[in-house]
């Protein structure tokens, strides 16, 4: 079983308010080999990574009351939510604009090679774009508005949303106005947002160990 923590932030209100329970894909194929996938639609959970589905499902049905489950159109991402869905007994619904991050010319490499390339801004690294692909604050303008969108639906309910490590980062951002450049969401790590009249509340995060 996964072990998991808690990191509290202060919360802007109590009620009303709606949850919005992100979380990240298990763990895929191209985590283990840190390769960026050359067809990243189609790249699948290991082992472990159904097991981290698994063990998610089972912290979420304990913890939260979900209506329903949302994941991106990515096979990593349905798979992980078709595990959530089945267990909790929720509809699944598919948001194909929560894809992850295009990375362009670096499909096929290692992720190192981001860091490494000759124009990345360490100090600026959710504005550096990769040639071919997207910067994180592509990603942020892209996925947004779903999550706006199922807010704004869902607006005193549990709403499981599965996506990836890049969208998490952007979603963050979103709600809470700055980049986590301390925080890399893990394989089947949570980031809670709770919603209300006021907006968004800070994100509290729920991790793998």
């Known amino acids: 079983m996964v072990q998991y923590y808690c990191v509290l932030t202060p919360l802007e209100w109590t009620n009303p308010m709606g949850r919005l329970i992100l979380v990240r894909h298990g763990e895929s194929l191209s985590n283990v080999t840190r390769i960026f996938a050359t067809e990243?639609?189609?790249t699948p959970l290991t082992a472990l990574g159904y097991a981290q589905a698994r063990d998610v499902?089972?912290?979420?049905?304990?913890?939260?009351?979900?209506?329903?489950?949302?994941?991106?159109?990515?096979?990593?991402?349905?798979?992980?939510?078709?595990i959530i869905a089945e267990t909790l007994g929720l509809p699944l619904a598919v948001e194909p604009l929560l894809y992850e991050r295009e990375v362009g010319v670096h499909q096929g490499q290692s992720y190192d090679s981001i860091r490494s390339a000759p124009d990345f801004d360490p100090?600026?690294?959710?504005?550096?774009?990769?040639?071919?692909?997207?910067?994180?604050?592509?990603?942020?303008?892209?996925?947004?508005?779903?999550?706006?969108?199922?807010?704004?639906a869902h607006r005193k309910r549990d709403v499981i949303i599965v996506s990836h490590g890049g969208v998490m980062t952007a979603l963050w951002a979103h709600v809470s106005g700055y980049?986590?450049?301390?925080?890399?969401?893990?394989?089947?790590?949570?980031?809670?947002?709770?919603?209300?009249?006021?907006?968004?509340?800070?994100?509290?995060?729920?991790?793998?160990g």
């Open 40 to 42: 990243p639609a189609d």
């Open 57 to 82: 499902a089972e912290l979420i049905a304990a913890r939260f009351d979900a209506a329903l489950v949302v994941s991106s159109g990515y096979l990593r991402a349905r798979e992980t939510a078709r």
């Open 123 to 152: 100090t600026r690294p959710w504005a550096w774009k990769p040639r071919e692909g997207e910067s994180f604050e592509d990603v942020r303008s892209r996925v947004a508005p779903i999550l706006d969108r199922l807010a704004e």
């Open 179 to 208: 980049w986590p450049v301390e925080h890399s969401t893990p394989n089947c790590g949570i980031i809670l947002v709770e919603h209300g009249p006021a907006g968004y509340s800070s994100p509290r995060v729920i991790t793998g």
